[in-house]
Structure formats: C-alpha cells, structure tokens
C-alpha cells in the first residue's frame, strides 16, 4: 500500500468499533469527537450522505455489481446488499472488514457482499463493475493520489462513480480539521472549483450533484 496512506490505515484501524458506532442507533461512540459529530455537528449529514449515495445508485438496484471504495464496516455496502444488489467493499484497514464481515454474516448477506482488505489503487480486480462510489473517502486521500483513484474507479465502472466531497468552505471544515490535526490525521476539503479539476483530469463528466450541507455528493459517468 502507499506509505503515505499507513497513517490513515493506522487511524482507522484503531478507531473501527468507535467509528461503527457512528451508524448505529443504539451504541454512542467512546470519542468525544465521534459523539459530537454523531448527535451534534454532523448526524444530518451523516445520514443523508449514505441516503444519498444508495439513492444516486437507483431506484432499483437488483441484479447490479457495485463497487465501493473504502468501505469501513460495510453499512453501505449492506444496505445495498439488502435491496438486491451484488456488493464488494475494499478498505486498507483489516479491523473494518472484520466488521463488515461479521455484519454481513449476521444479516445473512454473505453470498451477495465480499469485503477485501487492499487498496484500489494497487488491487488487481477480475471483474468491472456497474457503478463505484466512495463516500468519506476523498476526505483523506493526498493531492497527488485523487486522480488516480478516480481514474480507476471510472475504469471499474460502466455505468456510474458517486463520490462525496466535504466542502472547503464550511465552518464544520475548521472544527474537523482541528480535531484530526490532534490526531495526526490530514483532512482535506474541496470547492466545486476543485471538484470540476479533478474530473476533467480523471476524465469524468458531472451527471448529478446532490448538496448536504457540509458536503456534496456527485455522480459522473465517462467524458466522452
């Protein structure tokens, strides 16, 4: 993996059950960063960037191959997974596929979900898929990497990328970068300015953009 990212594949890894807590309804995080953003700073958007992300994959996802990039413990990937959809997960963090595999066992969703432990960037995939989508991801991914990862996710992807971008100018960009800067974690923020650059350079075309307050959340196909 890229020696730039073990940092963040460290935080993760130590933070798995804390940062799982985040989505459940019943368990609060142990952080007090993780609980503020949970029921103060951020739980709208936490929940709508995962509605709307299932939601820019389709009404009807039944029978569709779906990629996605940096899947943490998988909640996402299984919810898709529970309308119909065929789902593989891929985190450079060995504790969150931990729990995603564990989750999808208890939810009887082995057959439709795989969670591998990689990075795209250097796994060799057998199969493209019909939509990728990365949500939290670009937050923490190096200037020089972004290209990249996106390049490879519309080479993955025959119908669709969806990727959610925390906005640069945001009061919530200053508090989140405070609390990761404390933890040695990079943070990165976007303007649309920024968000059009890269997809001109990854060869993608903007088709659906989706505001939720501290973020967006866009689709792009191909540029043809």
Known sequence: MLKELEGIRDY????????????TQDTDPRSIGRWLAKHIFSRRAASKRMDTVIGLCGSDVAGRTILEVGCGPG?????????GAELTGIDFAPNM????????????????CRFL????????????????????????????YR????RRM??????AVIVSFPKRWHC????????LWAKAVPVYFYSQTDIDRLFVAAGLREVESRDIGILTVKKAVGAR
Not at 172 to 179: D, E, F, T
């Open 12 to 23: 993760f890894n130590r933070d798995a059950n804390d940062y799982d807590a985040y989505f």
């Open 75 to 83: 909640r996402y990937a299984l919810a898709l997974a529970l309308r």
């Open 154 to 159: 519309k080479d993955l992807s025959r119908q």
């Open 172 to 179: 919530h960009a200053l508090l989140r970068k405070g609390w």
């Open 97 to 112: 596929i931990a729990i995603a595999q564990k989750l999808a066992a208890q939810q009887g969703l082995e057959e439709r």
């Open 117 to 144: 432990v990689g990075d795209i960037l250097d796994h060799s995939f057998e199969e493209v898929f019909d939509i990728s989508f990365a949500a939290g991801v670009l937050d923490y991914i190096p200037e020089r």
């Open 147 to 150: 290209v990249p990862l996106l």
